[in-house]
């Protein structure tokens, strides 16, 4: 039996039940379920990381939809126990969704929805504070400060690296790696090397566009190069920032041996999911090589660190925050209870995931779709 937990419920008459195992900033996405006659429950537990029996006692008897967290474990036993409830779709409240098995929601046909198109510049700016953290070494000489230890300027003290000139290496150039790339090429005039499985024909582009205007004002022109191997980056990069989604090809992506053919001086940034490094090889890595630097916003095992991590002065840690703007983190919520609402209506699905803006507008109604359900297809529902 399923334990009990805490809740708080707005408009109590509402024909559909609607769950959030999160409360989640804002109140607008509360408004747009509330007013479409959905009754809300928001999980108000004190636990970070619910359980899947603590979100089975969520879902309870009857749930038409439930908005989720990326800690939550979504399977076979959620979605079954979501079908048996009358429900009809589920969406996380994040762009990546490796913690979903949409294999089971195809099963029993439950929508499962994402929250593109509200988060990529957001999440690359904290890869790109990250890049900087680590190659100008801030977070050291914070500490430093802090600690009552500077008495005086010198040649040496926190000597970091460079970035204009240098190369900076993006894996996986999809929305985030594109938009993270043009902003180190743009703020700090480096070349780009990226490796993603397929081409980014705009970004490549914008650098072609962006050198010729650098040359035409008497600058050194940036330059762009399409990796053939993962290799290729790691080899050539003095700043490498990871981006590709988490699956089984990209699981410990950044190995031992990978790790072994980087520049001994390189910054290596992960705003992506935790298990694309090899963390504890990540961890012996830092011990020999000092000045390799790292800027991490996730771990293998969140909320976990790898023994040693925290240890290791060349290491910038951060608490999976790269999505945490305020708009960014309203819009997501937005999206992922206009996910919901939309499947419980019957709306269609919204043509482009990756043009949020007409649900973002306060202003506004937002349009009679789901903005972005990642196994539409495969559950047969039609774009609008
Ligand atoms: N730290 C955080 O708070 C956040 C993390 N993320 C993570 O970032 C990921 C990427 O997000 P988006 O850019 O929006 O996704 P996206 O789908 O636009 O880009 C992912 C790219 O990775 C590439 N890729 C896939 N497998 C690859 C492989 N084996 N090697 C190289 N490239 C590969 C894809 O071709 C694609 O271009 C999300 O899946 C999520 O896990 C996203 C938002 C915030
Ligand atoms: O959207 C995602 O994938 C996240 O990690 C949230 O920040």
């Given amino acids: 039996m399923a334990k009990p937990v805490s809740i708080e419920v707005w408009n109590p008459n509402g024909k559909y039940r609607v769950v959030s195992t999160k409360s989640m900033p804002g109140t607008r996405w509360i408004r747009l379920l509330t007013d479409q006659d959905c009754r809300v429950e928001i999980c108000t537990d004190k636990k970070t990381i619910l359980s899947v029996e603590d979100i089975l006692a969520l879902i309870g008897d009857k749930c038409d939809g439930v908005i989720g967290q990326l800690t939550e474990d979504w399977g076979e036993v959620l979605f079954s126990a979501l ?13 990546g969704y490796n913690n979903v098995d949409v294999g089971a929601a195809n099963k029993y046909g439950i929508a499962v929805g994402n929250t593109p198109g509200v988060l990529t510049e957001t999440t690359a700016e904290l890869a790109a504070s990250l890049s900087l953290a680590a190659s100008r070494r801030i977070v050291e000489a914070d500490q430093f400060m802090r600690a009552g230890l500077y008495d005086g300027w010198l040649p040496h003290l926190f000597v970091g690296n460079l970035l204009k000139g240098q190369t900076v290496g993006v894996i996986g150039a999809g929305r985030i790696g594109s938009a993270y790339a043009r902003m180190m090429i743009e703020g700090f005039k480096m070349n780009l090397i990226y490796y993603d499985l397929y081409q980014a024909t705009r970004l490549e582009k914008f650098v072609t566009a962006y050198g010729q205007f650098l040359k035409a004002n008497g600058e050194q022109p940036v330059t762009w190069k399409r990796a053939a191997t993962m290799e290729d980056v790691l080899r050539e990069a003095d700043v ?12 410990h992506l950044i190995n031992k041996e990978r790790l072994a053919i980087m520049k001994k001086e390189a910054i290596l940034v992960n ?65 992922a209870a206009l996910n919901v609402l939309g499947k419980i209506k019957g709306y269609p699905i919204w043509s482009d995931p990756n043009r949020a803006e007409p649900f973002l507008n306060e202003n506004s109604v937002p349009p009679a ?16």
């Fill in 83 to 95: 079908k048996r409830a009358g429900g009809k779709a589920f969406s996380n409240m994040a762009v």
């Fill in 240 to 251: 490498i920032s990871l981006h590709p989604v988490l699956d089984k090809t990209t699981y």
């Fill in 271 to 335: 705003a992506s999911r935790g298990p694309v490094i090899d963390e504890a090889a990540l961890v012996e890595h830092l011990k020999q090589n000092p000045m390799f630097r790292v800027g991490l916003d996730v771990f293998e095992e969140e909320p976990f660190m790898k023994p040693g991590l925290a240890d290791q002065e060349n290491a910038v840690v951060v608490p999976h925050i790269a999505s945490a703007s305020k708009w960014t983190r309203e819009g997501m919520a937005t999206l």
């Fill in 369 to 384: 779709a789901c903005p972005s359900i990642v196994n539409a297809k495969e559950i047969g529902l039609s774009k609008l």
